[in-house]
């Protein structure tokens, strides 16, 4: 293990400029005009796809940089530019982690390359997990895929929310219940290949923040898929499915829930986005204080705001530590024995929550216009308490870790 030290090594600092150029250049001035327009900014992922940051090469490369810095690194960056815009990016990777995580290496050869495109014809992926009724609560999904084994298909029935790229992808990765005894033990992941029957838009949600980034419903209506398109394939599933039934017997709700190590190392990523919009805030606060005069001297002469803007910092910086900490500990695969992945996406998404409505108070009337981007900001912010578990869930994961409680 490498000695001790909070400095980065000099090709950290490279990828880090070198992303933030991409961040100052390309993606901060699109960012009010797409948040206007509400819709994928197909060519800033072009131009991010030119330069090499749309790939999945790029974001394996982060990801196995072996201080665990890679990708938070890139995702302060990123979405230090714009949070719309940021997520429209880097969206693809998180079907393209499910395929990594739970496919085989044929499924992820074929499917993964299809999910980027290429510079000259992008494409995006999404990863459906959510439902209407299921979304703290996965355990209750209802969406079902059923194995027809005269024709080795699989068929997937249900409707899914909150996509991110839903509808409009090319590669769809559907998350379905093939064993409803088991709860969310009895979910399969599946690829929906391109231009597959069955497969539909359904609503495109308005919201308040991230607006660049696509959202919407995705409805599944008989819709088939080879038997090649259940991730891991069918024996590994049968396996899996029969020692899910076997710890049932035996009381299996006590059991610790694998999926949990997944999202304590995933949850630190979601971290650093929310470090890097709260750092966009705090930063043009920091400026609007120095140069705004009223009563005859700069603002931030006074210690109203500049005690404001301590805190700001101060907070940014413990979130950043949080997030780099958890993510240390998931690429050297230490225990996560106090949620600590949790803690880090808890913490910098009430800080980034905190910072950008800080950030349009110091800005004062100015704040609250789309003439100044902290107004996009603080309401960007507000996703990062949401998706990929709520606040109140990661305090539930926190607080039953601690407590040595199983966490379903
Ligand atoms: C812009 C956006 C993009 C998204 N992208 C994706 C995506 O790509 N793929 C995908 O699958 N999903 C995606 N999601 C869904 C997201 O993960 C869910 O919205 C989130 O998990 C919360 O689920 P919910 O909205 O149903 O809220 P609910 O679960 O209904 O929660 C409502 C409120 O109740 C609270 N609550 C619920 N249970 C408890 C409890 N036990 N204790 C205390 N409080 C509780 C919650 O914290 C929340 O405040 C996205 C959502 C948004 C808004």
């Not at 960056?77 to 998180?94: K, N, P, Q, R, Y």
């Not at 539909?200 to 959202?215: D, L, P, V, Y």
């Not at 705001?305 to 413990?318: C, G, H, K, P, W």
């Amino acid at each position: 293990m490498a000695e001790f030290t909070m400095e980065l090594s000099d090709e950290q600092k490279e990828v880090r400029d070198w992303l933030h150029g991409f961040a100052a250049d390309v993606i901060r001035p699109a960012a009010a005009e797409w948040d206007e327009r509400e819709e994928t900014p197909w060519p800033v992922i072009q131009e991010a796809a030119k330069v090499g940051i749309y790939s999945l090469d790029f974001y394996a490369q982060q990801y196995f940089d072996p201080t665990g810095l890679g990708i938070p690194m890139a995702m302060e960056e990123l979405f230090w530019g714009d949070a719309g815009i940021a997520l429209s990016i880097v969206g693809t990777g998180l079907a393209a982690v499910g395929v990594l995580a739970n496919g085989t290496e044929e499924q992820i050869g074929t499917w993964i390359p299809q999910m980027y495109g290429d510079a000259s014809d992008v494409k995006v992926a999404a990863f459906c997990s959510s439902e209407p009724d299921a979304g703290s609560d996965v355990a209750s999904m209802r969406t079902r895929a059923v194995y027809d084994e005269a024709k080795d298909e699989w068929v997937l029935n249900g409707t899914k929310t909150w996509a991110t790229n839903g509808g409009i992808a090319n590669v769809h990765v559907v998350v379905a219940v093939v064993d409803p005894e088991l709860g969310s033990k009895g979910h399969a992941s599946f690829i929906v290949p391109p231009n597959t029957p069955g497969l539909s838009q359904g609503q495109k949600f308005k919201k308040h923040g991230i607006r660049a980034s696509h959202t919407a419903e995705v409805v599944l209506d008989n819709v088939r898929v080879p038997g090649s398109c259940l991730l891991g394939g069918k024996e590994k599933l049968d396996a899996r499915l029969a020692r899910a039934r076997e710890k049932a017997k035996q009381g299996g709700e006590r059991v610790k829930n694998a999926a949990m190590a997944t999202f304590e190392a995933s949850r630190p990523a979601v971290g650093a986005m929310a470090v890097g919009t709260a750092r966009a805030a705090y930063e043009v606060a920091l400026e609007y204080a120095q140069t705004r005069e009223q009563f005859g001297r700069p603002i931030i002469d006074n210690q109203g705001v500049a005690f404001q803007l301590a805190d700001m910092r101060t907070s940014i910086d413990a979130a950043r530590l949080l997030v780099w900490r958890a993510s240390w500990m998931a690429i050297n695969g230490k225990p996560f024995t106090a949620a600590e992945g949790s803690m880090s996406k808890l913490f910098a998404s009430e800080t980034a929550k905190k910072v950008t409505a800080q950030a349009v108070q110091i800005l004062g009337g100015n704040g609250y216009t789309r003439e100044y981007p902290v107004e996009r900001m603080h309401r960007d912010s507000a996703i990062y308490t949401i998706f990929e578990g709520t606040s109140e869930i990661q305090r539930l994961v926190i607080a039953r870790t601690l407590a040595g409680m199983p966490i379903r």
